[in-house]
């Protein structure tokens, strides 16, 4: 079946200028997640949506950063105003629901968008 | 807290050689392990999950990492190394539903 996909590949946008990042999850998944990845470093964990509700958005950066989830399957990452260190791969996982203290359900990934802030 | 460490950020073997990637972990309570691999310009790909069923946790492409609790490891294995195993490889721990990723370890194998 299909895998988690997101839109656009690759972005390369001017410092101040607003972008945003598009994830399509597996059907099924009601678990969402938006990861950051900078050059040579792991995943930064970004936001978590359980269908369209997001109890922890712990991780967004500033508040620059924003998403949404509509119909409890596409999610919309905005970045406003984008600066320089702002450039990294952001990645979009899905999973099956995720209950608290309960055996951490795999995520699947999609092929991330590069952001380039110019 | 959950936290992971990869002890190198690089490792480079020969073909046909042992892989031995270090991760260590804290958890305050039992865990759940992952690791990932990243091929260059690929997704992420699930290599193996341990979630304290056997300790022993067999993945994909003959990779395997034993869950160790008196050490706090879970290092990953594999008897022979192949050319397609070049990439990119995550520890990971789960915090409910967040994962906290290692730096990394790129794999280098020489032919």
């Known amino acids: 079946g299909a895998g988690v996909s997101q839109s656009p590949s690759n972005k390369v946008t001017e410092k101040g200028k607003d972008v945003e990042l598009r994830c399509d999850p597996i059907s099924g998944h009601t678990a969402l997640y938006w990861y950051r990845q900078s050059l040579g470093q792991g995943l930064e964990f970004l936001i978590y949506?359980?269908?369209?509700?997001?109890?922890?958005k712990s991780g967004l950066p500033s508040d620059r950063f924003s998403a949404e989830r509509t119909g409890g399957s596409v999610s919309t990452l905005t970045i406003q105003r984008t600066q320089q260190e702002d450039s990294a791969v952001y990645l979009c996982?899905?999973?099956?629901?995720?209950?608290?203290?309960?055996?951490?359900?795999?995520?699947?990934f999609g092929p991330g968008t590069r952001l380039l802030v110019l | 807290a959950q936290s992971v460490t990869q002890l190198d950020s690089h490792v480079s073997v020969s073909e046909g050689t042992p892989v031995l990637l270090r991760c260590n972990y804290s958890s305050s309570y039992s865990p759940s392990l992952f690791w990932y691999v990243q091929h260059p310009n690929k997704g992420l790909q699930l290599l193996l999950k341990y979630t304290s069923a056997a300790t022993l946790v067999k993945g994909i492409n003959g990779f395997e990492a034993e869950f160790k609790k008196s050490e706090t490891s879970f290092h990953l294995t594999k008897p022979s190394a192949h050319m397609s195993d070049a990439a990119e490889y995550f520890c990971?721990?789960?915090?409910?539903?967040?994962?906290?990723w290692g730096a990394g370890t790129k794999l280098i194998i020489k032919p």
């Open positions: 990971v721990v789960s915090a409910d539903y967040q994962l906290i």
């Open positions: 996982a899905s999973s099956l629901a995720q209950s608290a203290g309960a055996t951490q359900e795999t995520q699947y």
């Open positions: 949506f359980q269908g369209n509700s997001a109890p922890d």
